[in-house]
């Protein structure tokens, strides 16, 4: 890895290109669409001082953000339907594509990088922030 990367001790990191990491052992992961995504991604940001948790921003052909949130904290809460849960269980597994903090990895890169081991998108925040947004949302 490198400094800044090995700084921030994150063994989740890859140390270079894009590997997929399973969903609930470090972290689950909630899914929404690009343009909605990103602007969804950029309020949280201007919400927490520029520091909302890890936002990964894909390109391509299915542009998308994740938003990285603590292991098991999605559970037992209703989502609108413009977002997919993406967790483990008995009967679920999901990956996330995780790119590495420095190298060239499109589609895939950090719209908000982590910051520490342990600290992801604050996923009450998110769901109120989602809240807003869907009664913002023209029909």
Not at 15 to 44: C, S, Y
Not at 87 to 92: E, F, H, L
Request: aromatic share 10%.
């Amino acid at each position: 890895m490198n400094a800044k990367s090995d700084d921030l001790c994150i063994d989740w990191l890859p140390t270079f290109g894009v590997q997929l990491r399973k969903a609930g052992v470090q972290f689950d992961a909630v899914r929404m669409d690009e343009e909605p995504g990103r602007a969804l991604a950029d309020r949280l940001a201007r919400m927490t001082g520029g520091d909302p948790g890890p936002v990964i921003d894909v390109a391509g052909s299915r542009p998308c953000v994740y938003f990285l949130v603590a292991a098991g904290s999605t559970a037992f809460h209703l989502w609108p339907a413009e977002v997919r849960r993406l967790t483990s269980g008995p009967d679920r597994e999901s990956f996330i594509p995780v790119p590495a903090l420095h190298d060239m990895t499109w589609p895939l890169s950090w719209r908000y990088p982590p910051t520490a081991p342990d600290r992801f998108v604050h996923t009450m925040l998110l769901r109120a922030a989602l809240e807003t947004w869907a009664q913002a949302a023209p029909s």
